[in-house]
């Protein structure tokens, strides 16, 4: 008698894959990968193969997160320490033997391609101090954290040496959110933020001294100093280097209460609006659909913030705490620090806005991250306790 064995169906054969997933969450990334997708469309229908290459880079972006999200916490753990290592390692080769364009060392030529370690970074950080302190848990004292610090500073110090001050603050932030979620005093973190805000009262006021030509900040690269001062007054060089900020104030003015419409931004297709479909897309979409369209996207972020948040809380684990913690806080100050440069309240420096800039290293970047937080997600639900 022949046995027949049934083959199961499809989707129940893929069902384990994606059991455990928090569905409010994805419905946050694919809401915010939906928008991304009209956005690009639309401030970029007019330049040869870029929404194409943007779909491309979303779809790898998505396998890239469900393939990490497999991946069970205490492995990304294991991987820690190694891909920590990795990360220096490649910028000391950067450092020694990096490619210099545009007058800055950032890349690794290894043949086939070029590499910018620094990208990798924005993971390995949070990964190798939430692998840190979940080793210290129990016994956390003093020299932890400055052990912490140590880890923290070697690469950021690496990376502002290329120079890239945009992706080192970016690695900083990683860092010192994983450092905080661990239990930092608050009477270390006040002081640092009230000196920051007297530095900041300071340079508005001494602004026509400091930024008279010829003054040398020291401290500071020169384009770093132009970026300073053109933020505190745009208009001092409006061709020149305030040419970037003025246009971007002025797109998200001319959008006014509702917008121009779907593909109707006349400062974005007439070319004044610089980088449109990259840093500054975020002045496009504000030229296109208005206010009220901002403060749409402003809440489907702040639904993905707070679903990431709260994805971070449910951990059971400090490690999967820490680490979910610090990935959706990095992606907050993505989208806090890309509005505000393209607004006129930071300085210009190249942080993309996530699901709408385009970049594939940083999609991808942005797909591992998500996958990392999913797979810490995934499995408190798979493996209770």
Known sequence: MAVVIEKPPLLRR?????????????????????????????VAYDIPGRY????????????????????????LQALAVPVYAAGVTLLVAVALFGVTRKGAQRWLDLGLFSVQPSELMKIAMPLMLAWWFQHREGRLGARDFVAAAALLVVPVGLILKQPDLGTALLVLASGLFV???????????????V?????????IV???????????WVVLHEYQRQRVCTLLDPTRDPLGKGFHTLQGMIAIGAGGLWGKGFMAGTQT??????????????????EEFGFVGVLLLLAAYGYFIVRGMLLAAAASTLFGRLLAGALILVQFVYAFVNMGMVSGILPVVGVPLPFLSYGGTAMVTLGASLGMMLSVGRYKRLVPG
């Open 14 to 42: 893929l069902a384990p894959l994606v059991r455990g997933y928090d569905g409010q969450f994805l419905l946050a990334v694919a809401l915010l990968a939906l928008i991304g997708q009209v956005v690009m469309y639309s």
């Open 52 to 75: 194409a290459d943007h779909a491309r880079n979303l779809l790898i972006a998505t396998g890239v997160m469900l393939v990490v999200s497999q991946i069970p916490p205490q492995r």
């Open 179 to 193: 450092i905080f979620l661990a239990g930092l005093s608050w009477k270390l973190i006040l002081p640092p933020l």
């Open 195 to 203: 000196l920051g805000g007297i530095g900041v009262v300071t340079l």
């Open 206 to 216: 001494m602004e026509p001294q400091w930024c008279a030509p010829g003054v040398d």
């Open 269 to 286: 297709h007439l070319d004044f609006v610089p980088e449109r479909s990259t840093d500054f897309i975020f002045a496009s979409f504000a």
